[in-house]
């Protein structure tokens, strides 16, 4: 699969990890995520030094995880749910609470 998973099974020798136990375990993520998204991970784990097959499948399950999508807050005024900033800047926001906190 190339020369990263090479790296990678050195790697996880010289950590002392099961050679076959995470092999198996890489080969059957290869089969659930892909060879592509696997060697993706692989490379991941060895440049954040994460050796073992739980790793790669802990990083395989965030990469394909969607993200959360949260709904909009609805305020009451319908007028201001309309409004739309192109930059949002939370400068304002900040000099109002730097102003209230102060004694």
Do not use: C, F, W
Not at 20 to 28: F, I, P, Y
Not at 51 to 60: K, V
Not at 70 to 88: G, T
Request: charged share 30%; aromatic share 6%; net charge neutral.
């Amino acid at each position: 699969m190339g020369d990263e998973t090479t790296v990678y099974l050195e790697a996880l020798s010289d950590a002392r990890q099961p050679i076959k136990k995470n092999v198996l375990k890489l080969l059957s993520l290869r089969d659930e995520y892909g060879a592509t998204a696997l060697l993706g991970a692989i490379t991941k784990a060895i440049e954040i030094k994460a050796y073992g097959a739980d790793y790669i499948e802990h990083i395989l399950y965030q990469a394909q995880t969607p993200k959360k999508m949260h709904q909009r807050v609805m305020l009451e005024k319908e007028e201001l749910n309309k409004i739309r900033l192109s930059e949002p800047s939370l400068a304002e926001y900040d000099a109002i609470a730097v102003k209230r906190s102060k004694p």
